[in-house]
């Protein structure tokens, strides 16, 4: 049995921005929809009919997630207590090199050359967090897909990494919603996004 979703019956507000891209893709990093489209695209409607229940339920994900992070404490770190605590978790691996930067929609990432980007809105998370990200990181470095033999890998260090991940979202609201954060824009992959 499958049951329809209208996105013309479900309220929701959103911004539109066109720029010189092949694809149009839907976001939800701060909160609120955004509909990034090529220039000249003419099927908003379709699109947002087409992933309308994809949009119904990543808003309900995230006003609850707003809901909770008004709970969440963040921490009053500098960027240099951030790298320490980084650099803490990253001892004796093989990492080539550790970049920090303000990134619009992912903790951290390992590029192929095992160069680890650091977001250094990581500087307002409890320790834990921080480590459990850089630990994902580290995970990359033997499997570099999200597949069950890596999950295996982060559930034998952290066995509650699902409270993790959920706290990881809630964290991202929190911030969002506390800091005012601006973004840089140079990156466009993550979890909250519909590509
Ligand atoms: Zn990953």
Redesign the pocket.
Known sequence: MEKKDKIINFEIEYNTNYRNIKYPRLEFRTGKLELILPLKYKNKEKLLEKHSKWIVEKNKLILRALKDSKDKKLEERNEKELRKIVLKYTKKREIRRIFFRKMKSKWASLSSNNNLTVNILLKYLPEELIRYVIF??LT?LKQKR?NEMFWSIISSKFKNYEIKEKDLFIYWFAIQSKKKVTDSGNNRQGTLDKR
């Open positions: 994902h990181e990359h999200h």
